[in-house]
């Protein structure tokens, strides 16, 4: 097995795995990290077929720079997104309840 078809297939498993998991999984930061598991597996295919000849091609090392870099931006997005809406359902959460707590204290001063 060569090391392009080695690098290839370990991408496309991790790709897969992210993949599966970001569909499956409810929890909103499990799907961030399934997703930056999937970009790494692209990562390692676009790096693995950078390398498959003699001289390095610098244009998909360049892309899998860039890759990362819009990576860890998405990263840090998507968990303050996930985090505040995750407060913003606690807070909603939180209304409804004492919402129905007063609406209980009413019904229940009436003869």
Do not use: C, K
């Not at 950078?50 to 720079?65: I, T």
């Amino acid at each position: 097995m060569t090391a392009l078809a080695w690098y290839s297939a370990v991408g496309a498993t991790l790709f897969a795995l992210g993949l599966v998991t970001m569909l499956v999984a409810a929890d909103r930061f499990r799907r961030v990290v399934a997703l930056n598991v999937a970009a790494a597996g692209t990562l390692v295919i676009l790096l693995a077929v950078a390398g498959r000849s003699a001289d390095a091609d610098p244009v998909l090392h360049v892309l899998a720079l860039t890759g990362i870099v819009i990576t860890v931006a998405f990263t840090g997005f998507g968990v303050v997104l996930a985090r505040r809406i995750d407060d913003a359902e606690a807070a909603e959460a939180t209304e409804t309840a004492e919402a129905a707590g007063a609406a209980e204290e009413i019904d229940g001063d009436q003869p």
